[in-house]
């Protein structure tokens, strides 16, 4: 199956400072690409859908102020988490589809705001 | 009420055992269903997709859809150690490809 990398795959931040996530889809080129986060024991929420060369969509309640995310590429999506605080601790996963039936997941990033 | 319903669980079975999982959802607008595989801090993994009532087979995998009963479950045959992990549920209108709306997630315990 295709691969979906992420990195960091841990990152442990201070309050107040900002965090870069990058996704990249390997082997394929991603038309679309998702961003996930999920609490412990819960499920995935969906963040954000982002189309290459577009602006993302965001979901309900998301701060697209504060989760800013570039596409800029068929292969790299990035998710900046500004201004972090230990409420934004969480595991954060991106997913990118190739206009096929199936999402290809990253390995997930474990943010860890202090 | 929530878009998707599942039992977190815990499952544990002793291995061979027949798991079942299941999920509810509420919208009849979801026409494309999924069963993802998440180990311990990895991202999930596609097992089953379907998109129609009825059962689909893959190996031990089972996945049935009850579009009347808005009823979707996941069975797998002769469960192995290997199989612990959480299993999620997945919905979507538009396809696999575009926006999911997961359940919980159940995880489940295989014993040797």
């Known amino acids: 199956g295709a691969v979906v990398s992420q990195h960091p795959s841990r990152v442990i931040c201070k309050s107040g400072t900002s965090v870069k996530i990058e996704c990249r889809s390997l082997d394929f080129q991603a038309t679309t690409m998702f961003w996930y986060r999920q609490f412990p024991k819960q499920s995935l929420m969906l ?3 982002s189309n290459e060369g577009s602006k993302a969509t965001y979901e309900q309640g998301v701060e697209k102020d504060k989760f800013l995310i570039n596409h800029a590429s068929l292969t790299l999506s990035t998710l900046t988490v500004t201004s972090a605080h230990p409420e934004d601790s969480s595991f954060y996963i991106c997913s990118a589809s190739a206009a096929s039936y199936e999402q290809y997941f ?5 943010l860890t705001v202090t | ?37 998440q180990y311990s801090r990895k991202g999930p ?7 129609s009532s009825g059962n689909k087979e893959d190996g031990r995998f089972t996945a049935q859809v009850d579009k009347s009963s ?6 797998i045959r002769d469960s192995q150690p290997s199989d612990s992990a959480t299993y999620l549920c997945a919905v ?21």
Do not use: H
């Open chain 2, 70 to 75: 808005k009823y979707i479950s996941l069975f």
């Open chain 1, 47 to 49: 963040m954000a859908t």
């Open chain 2, 92 to 112: 979507s209108t538009q396809g696999g490809s575009e926006k999911l709306v997961f359940g919980k997630g159940t995880k489940l315990t295989v014993n040797p």
């Open chain 2, 1 to 37: 009420q929530k878009e998707v319903e599942q039992d977190p669980g815990p499952l544990s079975v002793p291995e061979g055992a027949i798991v079942s999982l299941n999920c509810t959802y509420s919208n009849s607008a979801f026409q494309y269903f999924m069963w993802y595989r």
């Open chain 2, 45 to 51: 993994e596609l097992l089953m997709y379907t998109y």
């Open chain 1, 106 to 110: 990253g390995p997930g990033t474990r």
